[in-house]
């Protein structure tokens, strides 16, 4: 079945399964791959895109349900050549060391921003609770998106 949608501010029309997934449908389908697959259980947020202004899992979601929804994900986050600044300060903080994980964090840290322009380090610590990191001890992570937020 046919669904129509907005990617990354552009119109999409995709042909779907009834129970494919968002996150299947956009790096399978769309070819937009910079969303990640980690556990495919909605449990470490790597999946994590925003669906009108929302954080959501993409590993959760099916695609159908997305007719005429509003979808950004991390490559929507970026400028032409310039970084979103939550990107620039994950640069600076080396908050990034596999990427996994990273466009997950960097679109759940985007919510926030629409949500809280200037949040508390408590209250970006909440808002990251549910994306998981291997690797950076979460530190560096906070401290940029602290950051750029502040
Ligand atoms: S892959 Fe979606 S939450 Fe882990
Ligand atoms: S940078 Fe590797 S899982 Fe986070």
């Known amino acids: 079945m046919k669904i129509e949608f907005t990617l990354n501010e552009r119109p999409v029309r995709v042909d779907v399964a009834p129970m494919a997934r968002l996150l299947d449908v956009l790096r399978e389908d769309l070819r937009v791959t910079g969303t990640k697959e980690g556990c495919g259980e909605g449990e470490c947020g790597a999946c994590t895109v925003l669906v009108d202004g929302r954080a959501v899992n993409a590993c959760l979601i099916p695609a159908i349900q997305l007719r005429g929804a509003q979808v950004q994900t991390v490559e929507g986050l ?5 970084l979103h600044p939550i990107q620039q300060a994950f640069l600076e903080h080396g908050g990034a060391q596999c990427g996994i994980c990273t466009p997950g964090f960097l679109m759940a840290a985007a919510e926030l921003l629409h949500r809280e322009p200037h949040p508390s380090r408590a209250q970006v610590r909440e808002a990251l609770a549910g994306n998981l990191c291997r690797c950076t001890g979460y530190q560096k992570i906070v ?3 602290a950051e750029a937020l502040s």
């Open 143 to 145: 401290d940029a998106v």
């Open 78 to 82: 970026a400028r032409s050549e310039r």
